[in-house]
Nanobody, 124 residues
Framework: QLQLVESGGGLVQPGGSLRLSCALDSTTALNDYYIAWFRQAPGKEREGVSCISPIGEFVNYPDSTKGRFAISRDNAKNTVYLQMNSLQPEDTAIYYC????????????????WGQGTQVIVSS
């Protein structure tokens, strides 16, 4: 059984929007964990796109997603969301969520618990 499950990916035109979801196993308290979103395009390094603290008081974005992406969490539903607006072809990738107890990190190798990924394709 997966501990994190991503959903919401698909095909969207440039300028469009998608909302991704990351669902945590209900046997584990979501508010114990920092949750990060990463993406990986073919031939590219896995890249951090956002992170949120256990109760949502801190959020983090790199320059590539600031102003376009928004992370949020609903701990009552054991779910973290990634709202993606103004999508461009360079956003095409497999998107993953990951968890850790320590703090937000943009280094993918510092996370050991991952979901299976959801594909996002931005194309006309």
């Amino acid at each position: 059984q997966l501990q994190l499950v991503e959903s919401g990916g698909g095909l969207v035109q440039p300028g469009g929007s998608l909302r991704l979801s990351c669902a945590l196993d209900s046997t584990t308290a979501l508010n114990d964990y920092y949750i990060a979103w990463f993406r990986q395009a073919p031939g590219k390094e896995r890249e951090g796109v956002s992170c949120i603290s256990p109760i949502g008081e801190f959020v983090n974005y790199p320059d590539s997603t600031k102003g376009r992406f928004a992370i949020s969490r609903d701990n009552a539903k054991n779910t973290v969301y990634l709202q993606m607006n103004s999508l461009q072809p360079e956003d095409t990738a497999i998107y993953y969520c990951a968890r850790r107890k320590n703090y937000c990190s943009g280094r993918h190798y510092e996370y050991s618990i991952w979901g299976q990924g959801t594909q996002v394709i931005v194309s006309s």
